[in-house]
């Protein structure tokens, strides 16, 4: 019912930028919190950051000052800006997102298929 694609991954050099984006489609009454994860090789996935559908935001300690999570309610999309990118940032990010899909189906939570950020050192 909701489909969530991520764009915008892809090889950068340390002390590089990516933006990374997701977007959200299907059919939806609304979308909730979103939240980016990733996963490195042999790692647990791990929440990144987090904002909620009134716009409050949190973050991983080990991104902190480096990302920064947004979203445009509008176009159901939402992104992350990824500045002073290091070596171990190197993982697949994933979007992340709770939507409410209808009064019978009630709230969902869904995941997109990831995109791979490499960071060179």
């Known amino acids: 019912q909701v489909q969530l694609v991520e764009s915008g991954g892809g090889l950068v050099q340390a002390g590089g930028s990516l933006r990374l984006s997701c977007v959200a489609s299907?059919?939806?009454?609304?979308?909730?919190?979103m939240n980016w994860y990733r996963q490195a090789p042999g790692k647990q996935r791990e929440l990144v950051a987090s904002?909620?559908?009134?716009?409050?935001?949190n973050y991983a300690d080990s991104v902190k000052g480096r990302f920064t999570i947004s979203r445009n309610n509008a176009k159901n999309t939402m992104f992350l800006q990824m500045n002073s990118l290091k070596p171990e940032d190197t993982a697949v990010y994933y979007c992340?997102?709770?939507?409410?899909?209808?009064?019978?189906?009630?709230?969902?939570?869904?995941w997109g298929r990831g995109t791979q950020v490499t960071v060179s050192s």
């Open positions: 992340n997102a709770d939507s409410f899909v209808s009064l019978d189906v009630g709230v969902v939570n869904y």
């Open positions: 299907g059919r939806f009454f609304s979308i909730n919190a």
């Open positions: 904002i909620s559908s009134g716009g409050s935001t």
